[in-house]
């Protein structure tokens, strides 16, 4: 009788462990692609920042930081002369098969501009 216990829940318990881990997994690599996007911000809001800029230096710190927790990213980054914003798109690894959790991160901040003294 127990055995037979055993073999009925032990795919469940299995499924619970394995659920957290996707879980964790999914919470870490969202705040890294987070922390990416904010960084590619800062490269942007700079007066002599452009887009690309932003772009790769998201990209890097996505291939420093967390190449194995964010996969597949896709990193869009716009500027104008107020805004810098950068937006990453991408995948978390799977544990759970048939389930694919998307990862999407959005930072935006002004951009950095003299502005001289009126009077």
Do not use: C, K, N, W
């Amino acid at each position: 009788m127990a055995t037979l216990a055993l073999v009925l829940l032990m795919p469940g318990v299995l499924l619970l462990f394995m659920s957290v881990a996707q879980f964790v997994v999914y919470y870490h690599a969202s705040h890294l692609a987070t922390a990416a996007a904010q960084e590619g911000v800062r490269a942007a809001q700079s007066p002599d920042g452009t887009e690309a800029d932003a772009q790769a230096h998201a990209q890097d710190f996505i291939t420093q930081a967390g190449p194995a927790l964010v996969l597949a990213p896709v990193v869009a980054a716009t500027r104008d002369l107020d805004t810098a914003r950068v937006e990453i798109r991408a995948r978390a690894p799977q544990f759970i098969p048939g389930i694919q959790i998307g990862i999407h991160a959005v930072a935006s901040g002004p951009v950095e501009a003299f502005v001289g003294d009126p009077g």
